[in-house]
Each structure stands twice: as C-alpha cells, then as structure tokens.
C-alpha cells in the first residue's frame, strides 16, 4: 500500500497527471486546487488515521466538478492509496467521478447533484451543535455556477438566521456562473447575516488568513481564480 502524508503542494501536478479520463474537468477542477491544498495542510482538524474522531473538522465538497484535484489532495495528505488515483472512473476503482462517502477515505458526503452540499453542511452544523461540538468546524466548498441552485440560497438564509458560527462556506469563482455580478456572491451572503471575505484563489497566505475569521456567525471565503 503505497500512502504518504509527507508530499508537499509542488507534488500536486504529478500525482493529478495520474487521473485520466474524459471526466478530470481539468479547469473546473484545478480552480480548487489551491483552496483544496490550504485547508488540508493548514486549516482543517482532520487526521487520516483518525477518520472516525467526532470532535474533527468536517469537509463537504459540493461543487461537482471538483473530485479530482480532491482526490490527489486526499492522496497527498495519507487519505488514499496513491495505487488509486490511476483507476479514477474506472469500473473497479473507488474513485468515482463524484466521491462516494462509503467508498474513500475522508470523504464526508457522497455528492454530485448541484446545489445539495450547503443545505446539508447547515444540517451537519445544526446536528454537532446539539452533540455539544460546536467547536467542530464544518466547511462546505461550493462553485460560483453551483449558487444559480436555489437550495443553496435558502441554505444561506437560514444559516444566517440561526448564527451557525461552525460554518464555513468556501466560494471557488472562476466566473464560470450564468448570472455571474461582480462582488454580487459577497454582497448576496453578507445580506443574509454572514460574514464575508473575498481574496485570491491561488494565495496561499491570503486563504489561510481568511479561513482564520472566527465569530457568532456564519463565514464566507469567495476565492477569486482567473484562468
């Protein structure tokens, strides 16, 4: 079982060079990339060898074109075999084209449909909260295409409402939105009652730094990537 947990950012490429296939999405997937590598080696409480801990940080990919620059983070930080990655889509392998929750490592929820991983991620807060585990961080990443869903807005509005502080909303624009508006995504969420912070994509100081925001409400991080 070939697994590491010492790889660095700059492994990255090689290992997303093991995933093949008609359905890598490269731009829409390598647009996360960086917000991806920061919140597993910087942000995010989560062990691999401790996937079961209730007290760890919870990480729900929504955004449906993301899984395979997720898959080579999960296999950089010792979450997968990095045997794997070269099975991406295959009939046999786990990697699906959207992950599978019963299937790999880590992976919070099995997701694929647009527009379902914020309302759950307030569902998944609302229930540490009654556990008692509120200082349990749940972080949800969403595409700016992703929020033309609905289900997502009345997520955030009742986020917002409630002050769900353990939340985390991470917004990958790459302008790929129909109804995209300019400083819209954080006008739109800070309307709703939460706080919001909008820095460049690929910055890695810049996103730590915004991740750090804590407070009684709800957090938004819209990073910015141009192509």
Not at 39 to 46: P, Q, T
Not at 112 to 137: C, E, T, Y
Request: glycine letters at 12%; charged letters at 25%; proline letters at 4%.
């Amino acid at each position: 079982m070939a697994t590491s947990t010492t790889l660095g950012y700059d492994d990255l490429p090689a290992l997303l060079t093991l995933l093949t296939g008609d359905e890598k999405h490269d731009w829409s997937s390598l647009s996360t990339l960086d917000v991806l590598w920061v919140l597993y080696d910087r942000v995010l409480r989560v062990d691999p060898h401790d996937s079961d801990d209730p007290d760890r940080d919870r990480f729900l990919l929504s955004k449906g074109h993301g899984p395979a620059a997720y898959y080579a983070v999960l296999g950089a930080k010792g979450f997968l075999d990095l045997e794997d990655l070269a099975g991406f889509g295959g009939f046999d392998s786990p990697l699906g084209y959207h992950p599978d929750r019963m299937l790999v490592p880590g992976v919070e929820i099995s997701s694929g449909s647009l527009g379902h991983g914020l309302p759950i991620a307030v569902g998944r807060a609302l229930a540490l909260d009654a556990q008692g585990r509120a200082a349990a961080r749940v972080v949800c990443l969403v595409g700016d295409a992703e929020l033309d869903e609905g289900s997502n807005w009345e997520a955030v509005a009742l986020a917002g409402r409630l002050g769900l502080a353990s939340l985390t909303a991470v917004v990958v624009d790459n302008h790929s939105s129909t109804y995209h508006w300019p400083g819209g995504i954080d006008a739109r969420f800070e309307l709703e009652g939460w706080s919001a912070a909008r820095v460049d994509g690929r910055d890695h100081d810049a996103l730590e730094r915004a991740f750090a925001t804590t407070g009684v409400r709800p957090h938004v991080v819209v990073a910015e990537v141009a192509r």
